[in-house]
C-alpha cells in the first residue's frame, strides 16, 4: 500500500456523515468489511458531527459508537457543532451546488444568542460528552467544526 510504504505510522480511516444512522453504519461496516477482505487496513472511522438538539439521538449515536468499535475500529467523532439555528431543508449530501434561500426565520439570532438558547446548548454539549466519556475506550478523537462552538 502507498500510504504505509511514505508513512508506516499512518492511521487509515473512513470519515463520512450521518454515520449514526443505523440504515448508513449497516452499509458503512459492510463497505469496511468488503474492504478489510480484500486486504486493505482501515484502522477506524470518523463520524462527522454536523449535529442539532434533536438528532443524533443518544441511543442512535451510542449504538454506532459501539457498532464500529465491535469491528475493532477507533472512533474519532470529526466536525462536531450542534446548530442552534431553526432546521431549514436539510441537505445531507456534499453538492456543493444546492443553494438555499436564505430567510430571517432562519437565523432568528442576529442579536447573539439568548441566555436560554446557550443553556440549552451547553446541556447537548453536556449530553454529548458524556457520551463520549462513556466510550473513551472508542472514541480516540473528537474535533470541532469553526470557531464559534
Do not use: C
Amino acid at each position: 500500500m502507498l500510504v504505509h510504504q511514505a508513512d508506516p505510522d499512518a492511521e487509515l480511516y473512513y470519515n463520512d456523515f450521518d454515520m449514526w444512522k443505523p440504515n448508513k453504519v449497516e452499509g458503512t461496516i459492510r463497505l469496511i468489511k468488503g474492504l478489510q477482505e480484500k486486504g486493505l487496513r482501515i484502522d477506524g472511522v470518523g463520524m462527522q458531527g454536523h449535529w442539532a438538539f434533536d438528532f443524533p439521538s443518544n441511543q442512535d449515536l451510542e449504538a454506532a459508537i459501539e457498532a464500529y468499535a465491535a469491528l475493532g475500529l477507533k472512533v474519532m467523532v470529526t466536525e462536531l457543532d450542534v446548530t442552534v439555528l431553526p432546521e431549514a431543508k436539510r441537505e445531507t449530501g456534499a453538492d456543493i451546488r444546492a443553494r438555499l434561500q436564505l430567510t430571517d426565520e432562519q437565523n432568528p439570532y442576529v442579536d447573539g444568542l439568548p441566555d436560554e438558547m446557550q443553556q440549552k446548548l451547553a446541556e447537548r454539549y453536556a449530553e454529548l460528552f458524556k457520551i463520549f466519556h462513556k466510550h473513551s475506550d472508542k472514541v480516540s478523537r473528537i474535533t470541532f467544526w469553526g470557531v464559534h462552538d
